[in-house]
Each structure stands twice: as structure tokens, then as C-alpha cells.
């Protein structure tokens, strides 16, 4: 989802800091880099110093400024989690670097209070945490009452949307037009635009502004207005308590059994699916 994400804002640098002794933080690293291979790029791998002291924060932040003053740019970074994310962020400003423009800063869990408190506030890749925690007390209760034994069972934690703030706030996009037009798409995510009034906005005819979106963005003007919409709605099914009825009318559709179509199509899964899987009670 961070892989995506990044790659959708234009970037075509990547990177990844993370904890070198943290195995969960390993998988992540594995897996972003995987995501960024199969879109045809590498990413650039922080290491930690080897000695503890040099470790200490104090010590460590001028070592990891120095390392992203040493990314080409502008780049995507993913942390880790979001403790990660506002090292990144601490130690860009020690190294004169600008969030988002030199460096689009990226973390994990949606920690609220360090994501609103960080400068800029921190875009996180969300995490369905609560609900996993109310399967893990069901399991619980099921195995103090005996109706089921402990069988390796796996509860598992799964990311739900991302959340965007300030720190990844950047179309690395060199064509200005695609730009204009994107950013047209991502201001009417509640509203059902056409292709047509994305292009009205910019100064060029259809077949010249989709041949330069497929060249930039490796998708249709249309795909992309339906992928900005779905992951709107993604978005309120998780985060809010909204019926699909109260969504489909705020997202601009008629009915729900409109929105549930068109989500369908989209995300291979029905709204009340998804939110019953992704969200977080």
C-alpha cells in the first residue's frame, strides 16, 4: 500500500529507513522493496550504525541526515512506523532538506499523536489494530470457555487506507498539465466528474492530455478518477461510522446500490465487505 501510494504521486526514487534489529521491520523492507521492483525501480536501504552508542539518537540523527542528504531527489521514503517517520522528519531538518519536495515521508500505524504532532504532520499507512484486538479477546473468551483450542490460530493485523497529510504532499510530475489535471481529480473525489471536465481544465484536447497521462501515470484519465474515488470511499468506510447510503450520497452517487457497484468493480470486494474486513471495530 506505501509501495503504491508513493508511486502514484509520480515519484520514481524510493527509499526505506527502518530498525536493522527489528524483524517486523525487515518483513516491511522485503516487501516495499518487492512492491517497488515489480514497478520497475529499486529503492535506497538506510543501515544503522553497528555500534550501540553510535545508535543513540543523539548520535545517529546526524549519521541518517547525512544519508538522506545523500538520496538523489525528489524521492518517497517509507518508514517503518511513525516513531521512524518523525526520525526521518527531525533529522531532514538538520540537513536542510524540504518535506515534501526533496523528501516525501511516508510511516506506519496512523499514530495520531505523533502524525498531527510531527512538522510537517506525517502522512501514515493506517492499521485495523482495534479490530484485531477484538478477535484476539473473542479467541480468548472462546478458549477460557473451552469451545475452541489453541490451534496456532493467526490473528491478523491488516492495513486499512493511508492517510494523507502534509509530509507527502508533492506530484512529482514534470508535465504541468498532468499535474493541473490531477489535482482537478483529487480536489472532486466526492463529486462523479467525467473525463471531460479533467480536461477542461488543462490546455489540451483528450487525445493529447491521455496520451501524456498514460506516458506519465501508466493509466487512463478514467482509471485514475475511479482510483481516487474508491480509495475516498475506502477511506470513509474505515474511518467513519457513515451508512453506505449516508457515503453514496456524500461521494456524489444516487443509491447505495450504485456506490456498491462501483466499488465492486473497482476493488474486487463490496463496501460492506470491506468495511466489515478493514475496519476497526
Not at 518483513?27 to 520497475?40: C, L, M, P, T, V
Not at 518508514?79 to 522528519?89: E, K, P, S, T, Y
Request: glycine share 4%.
Amino acid at each position: 500500500m506505501a509501495a503504491e501510494y508513493l508511486h502514484n504521486r509520480g515519484l520514481r526514487q524510493f527509499a526505506y529507513c527502518g530498525f536493522d534489529d527489528m524483524p517486523w521491520s525487515r518483513n516491511r523492507h522485503k516487501s516495499f522493496q518487492q512492491r517497488i521492483a515489480e514497478a520497475g525501480f529499486e529503492i535506497h536501504s538506510y543501515s544503522q550504525p553497528k555500534s550501540r552508542i553510535k545508535r543513540l539518537w543523539q548520535n545517529e540523527q546526524k549519521f541518517l541526515a547525512d544519508w538522506l542528504k545523500s538520496l538523489p531527489k525528489p524521492i518517497g521514503l517509507m518508514a517503518c512506523n511513525d516513531d521512524r517517520g518523525q526520525d526521518v522528519l527531525n533529522a531532514c531538518k538538520v540537513a536542510g532538506l524540504d518535506v515534501p519536495d526533496d523528501i516525501a515521508v511516508l510511516g506506519v500505524d496512523n499514530d495520531e499523536l505523533i502524525c498531527d504532532l510531527s512538522r510537517p504532520p506525517l502522512t501514515s499507512v493506517a492499521l485495523n489494530t482495534e479490530r484485531a484486538g477484538y478477535e484476539a479477546a473473542e479467541l480468548l473468551d472462546k478458549l477460557i470457555k473451552g469451545d475452541e483450542k489453541m490451534a496456532n490460530q493467526t490473528i491478523m493485523v491488516r492495513p486499512t487506507n493511508v492517510v494523507t497529510r502534509q509530509s507527502t504532499e508533492i506530484l512529482a510530475i514534470e508535465d504541468r498539465e498532468v499535474i493541473r489535471a490531477v489535482r482537478y481529480i483529487r480536489q472532486h473525489t466526492k463529486k462523479a466528474i467525467q473525463v471531460t471536465d479533467v480536461v477542461g481544465v488543462t490546455n489540451l484536447s483528450r487525445r493529447v492530455l491521455e496520451k501524456r497521462f498514460r506516458k506519465v501515470l501508466s493509466r487512463s484519465i478514467l482509471k485514475e478518477i475511479r482510483r481516487s474515488r474508491v480509495n475516498q470511499i475506502a477511506g470513509m468506510l474505515v474511518e467513519t461510522n457513515q451508512s453506505i447510503l449516508q457515503i453514496a450520497l456524500a461521494s456524489g452517487f444516487t443509491d447505495a446500490n450504485h456506490i456498491s457497484r462501483y466499488f465492486q468493480r473497482e476493488k474486487g470486494i463490496s463496501p460492506v465487505a470491506y468495511r466489515k474486513q478493514y475496519c476497526r471495530k
